[in-house]
């Protein structure tokens, strides 16, 4: 089924269309139920008036010398008449049920009196046509006293509907007005109120057709109503996480274009010298194969953050269990451990959290690399995971020679340095991951009993762990 906006209708469009429609279509039909109802009234008051017409010329009727008699002057039947637009038209049939005076051309009425009725000479009220013409007719079957058994004279009375159908034409085109009226009133209003409620909505739309194309700041309309609030409070997210995206994307360029320059500059000069002879072939190759080195890495850590920003807020987390991912991380970077012969301890309780495997995998292995590059060789380190109260702790420790003072509030800056470690962007990779994954990360040098010498480095990660893990 087609959506009610799927062909770019005007919110003011359908609004004003679902109000006043429905609105229109009752005035329409209660105008018409208005004109059944006043001509049934109007009927209903002539209806009085055919029933004391007939009456009255039943009150006549009498017996003279055996014979029927009735003496019918025409203002027993003209002051009925409420204008000269309809006409009375009357007829009465004697004891036998012929006729005897009137009209003859008005049909006769062909019903019969019940005998057994209360009110057998009730008067009966039925549409017929007179001469072409629609007519309405009272028939009454009036008792007349004779030295005989008692008989009953057919009175039958009619009238031309012209009046009664224009009167009621007449109230119903004076309704039809005033409702065509009170719709002009209520498209007006309807207008105004929709017009007024969509003021926002046109603010909203001119304060972003006039931003320049690099604002991505939030929006706020003046006076927007609370229904907008929640397309606001979205789009505003909307450009912070587009104002995220190109600043992570200007910062990937900006450093990419830095810190690889130097490196292949180094890599230029180092060959320019051996070609020149400088040095001996092995020591320029060695060289050049540590410059080579240190650009893979710094490539590599570029594009684990351009895939850390990518993965931000898309596709679907999963659970991750953090102490096999762990295990799994330390026995990629077993062979660094062994190369400098190191201690390394892994103490993991099942901790599971929301997240994505890899940027768990890489956030484990970055703060490893760390803790190996800057440990000595034969020294300690390892890792520890402990779960409690709904909270996980991925600690990792070393016993290098920690953090200075002054540089602990940089060192998840890109390429800064801390203490004796070079700049790089591992650290700055863990803080993207952690602030991804609404976890926690902080950085602690750890000291000896008597406090004055750094004897390591603890990086703690604190993670919400899944319900019911």
């Given at each position: 089924?087609?959506?009610?906006f799927?062909?770019?209708r005007?919110?003011?469009t359908?609004?004003?269309?679902?109000?006043?429609?429905?609105?229109?279509?009752?005035?329409?039909i209660?105008?018409?139920s208005?004109?059944?109802?006043t001509l049934?009234s109007?009927?209903?008051?002539?209806?009085?008036?055919?029933?004391?017409?007939?009456?009255s010329?039943?009150?006549?009727?009498r017996?003279?010398?055996?014979e029927?008699k009735?003496?019918?002057?025409?203002?027993?039947?003209?002051?009925?008449?409420?204008?000269?637009?309809?006409?009375?038209?009357y007829?009465?049939?004697?004891?036998d049920?012929?006729?005897f005076?009137?009209?003859e051309?008005?049909?006769?009425?062909?019903?019969?009196a019940?005998?057994?009725a209360?009110?057998?000479?009730?008067?009966?009220?039925?549409?017929?046509?007179?001469?072409?013409?629609p007519?309405?007719?009272?028939?009454?079957?009036?008792?007349?006293?004779?030295?005989?058994?008692?008989?009953?004279?057919?009175?039958?009375?009619a009238?031309?509907m012209?009046?009664?159908?224009?009167?009621?034409?007449?109230?119903?085109?004076?309704?039809?007005?005033?409702?065509?009226?009170?719709?002009?009133?209520?498209v007006?209003?309807?207008?105004?109120?929709?017009?007024?409620?969509?003021?926002?909505?046109d603010?909203?739309r001119?304060q972003?057709?006039?931003?320049?194309?690099?604002?991505?700041?939030?929006?706020?309309?003046?006076m927007?109503?609370?229904?907008?609030?929640?397309?606001?409070?979205?789009?505003?997210?909307?450009?912070?996480?587009l104002?995220r995206?190109?600043?992570?994307?200007?910062?990937f360029?900006a450093?990419?274009?830095?810190?690889?320059?130097?490196?292949?500059?180094?890599?230029k000069?180092?060959?320019q010298?051996?070609?020149?002879?400088?040095?001996p072939?092995?020591v320029?190759?060695g060289e050049m194969?540590?410059?080579?080195?240190?650009?893979?890495?710094?490539?590599?850590?570029?594009?684990?953050l351009?895939?850390?920003?990518?993965?931000?807020?898309?596709?679907?987390?999963?659970?991750?269990?953090?102490?096999?991912?762990?295990?799994?991380?330390?026995?990629d970077?077993?062979?660094?451990?062994a190369?400098?012969?190191?201690?390394?301890?892994?103490d993991?309780?099942?901790?599971?959290?929301?997240?994505?495997?890899?940027?768990?995998?890489?956030?484990?292995?970055?703060?490893?690399?760390?803790?190996?590059?800057?440990t000595?060789?034969?020294?300690?380190l390892?890792?520890?995971?402990?779960?409690?109260?709904?909270?996980?702790?991925?600690?990792?420790?070393?016993?290098g020679?920690?953090?200075?003072?002054?540089?602990?509030?940089?060192v998840?800056?890109?390429?800064?340095s801390?203490?004796?470690?070079?700049?790089g962007?591992?650290?700055?990779?863990c803080?993207?991951?952690?602030?991804?994954?609404?976890?926690?990360?902080?950085l602690?040098?750890?000291?000896?009993?008597?406090?004055?010498?750094?004897?390591?480095?603890?990086?703690a990660?604190a993670?919400?762990?899944?319900?019911g893990?």
């Open positions: 089924m087609a959506h009610p799927s062909r770019r005007s919110v003011r359908y609004l004003l269309a679902w109000i006043i429609s429905p609105i229109a279509l009752f005035i329409v209660d105008s018409f208005l004109y059944r109802n049934e109007v009927n209903t008051a002539y209806d009085r008036m055919l029933i004391a017409s007939v009456h010329i039943g009150d006549l009727l017996i003279e010398n055996g029927l009735a003496s019918l002057p025409y203002a027993a039947l003209e002051i009925y008449e409420a204008d000269y637009s309809s006409r009375m038209i007829r009465i049939n004697d004891l049920g012929a006729f005076d009137g009209d051309d008005l049909p006769a009425y062909r019903g019969k019940d005998k057994e209360i009110y057998p000479s009730l008067a009966h009220i039925y549409e017929d046509t007179y001469n072409g013409v007519v309405r007719v009272a028939a009454l079957f009036q008792p007349v006293v004779t030295n005989g058994p008692h008989g009953a004279a057919l009175v039958q009375v009238e031309t012209e009046n009664r159908s224009a009167l009621a034409r007449k109230i119903f085109w004076e309704t039809l007005i005033r409702q065509a009226a009170l719709l002009v009133v209520i007006s209003v309807t207008l105004y109120v929709v017009s007024r409620a969509l003021q926002p909505v603010a909203l001119r972003l057709d006039e931003r320049p194309a690099d604002d991505l700041s939030p929006v706020a309309p003046p927007a109503p609370r229904e907008l609030q929640p397309f606001i409070n979205a789009l505003n997210q909307l450009m912070s996480r104002r995206l190109l600043d992570h994307q200007q910062r360029v450093n990419a274009s830095h810190q690889l320059r130097t490196p292949l500059a180094v890599l000069t180092q060959l010298s051996g070609l020149r002879g400088d040095a072939p092995q320029i190759l194969s540590d410059t080579v080195e240190r650009a893979t890495n710094l490539a590599n850590q570029l594009l684990s351009a895939k850390v920003e990518q993965l931000r807020g898309r596709g679907a987390q999963e659970v991750c269990d953090l102490s096999m991912l762990a295990r799994e991380t330390a026995v970077l077993s062979p660094l451990i190369e400098k012969n190191l201690d390394f301890e892994l993991a309780q099942k901790a599971f959290v929301m997240g994505h495997p890899w940027m768990v995998s890489e956030l484990i292995s970055n703060l490893l690399h760390n803790a190996i590059r800057h000595a060789e034969g020294g300690k390892g890792v520890r995971i402990r779960s409690t109260d709904g909270q996980a702790e991925l600690l990792v420790w070393d016993s020679p920690g953090i200075a003072a002054d540089a602990m509030d940089n998840f800056k890109a390429f800064s801390g203490g004796s470690s070079s700049g962007l591992g650290l700055t990779i803080g993207e991951i952690v602030d991804s994954m609404n976890a926690s990360i902080s602690r040098n750890r000291f000896d009993g008597d406090g004055v010498y750094c004897i390591g480095l603890d990086a990660v993670f919400r762990t899944v319900p893990s």
